[in-house]
């Protein structure tokens, strides 16, 4: 399992971690990697000029050896320089089923929606409103299947 989520923290400020485990077992802590991009990366207006955002940092951990068809719960951690740690909420998750079992596996699956503004600001002159309406239908769509 690949867990990614973006913070404000450099990897000189905080040193960013997973811990997780089977709900109501021991938990195990996995490093995570840290990298960013800058304006100067990006290959033309408007992202070079009006469209750069400052990402952040994108930290992304492996959870591995994972047993088949069990609950993990896990939580994103960063150990601050000065020794204190900074929590996210627990998040958790189904392992994937045995090798041969019979099972319905659902994967959403989506790519580059183009950006629109959910307070109608209109920030950008390429507004896209179809990236609202395709992040609406999918959540939409996921508490129906479930």
């Known amino acids: 399992m690949t867990v990614t989520w973006t913070s404000g923290y450099n990897i000189i400020e905080a040193v960013p971690f997973v811990e997780w485990g089977m709900e109501g077992e021991s938990q195990t802590r996995s490093p995570a990697g840290t990298l960013t ?3 100067n990366d990006m290959c033309a207006p408007p992202a ?14 492996f959870l ?3 047993w088949p068809n069990s609950v993990y719960t896990y939580k994103l951690g960063h150990k601050l320089v000065n020794g ?7 998040y958790s998750f189904k ?18 929606m183009g950006k629109a503004e959910r307070d109608g600001s209109n920030e950008y002159k390429n507004y896209q409103p179809g990236s609202l309406n395709t992040t609406d239908q ?3 769509d996921l508490k129906t299947s479930t």
């Open 84 to 90: 204190s740690y900074v929590w996210s909420k627990s």
């Open 138 to 140: 999918l959540i939409k």
């Open 64 to 66: 591995k050896d994972l």
């Open 37 to 39: 991009f800058h304006q």
């Open 95 to 112: 392992s994937s089923p045995y090798p041969g079992q019979d099972s319905l596996q659902r994967v959403v699956v989506f790519g580059d």
């Open 48 to 61: 070079r000029t009006v469209g750069w955002r400052d990402p952040g940092f994108i930290h992304t951990g």
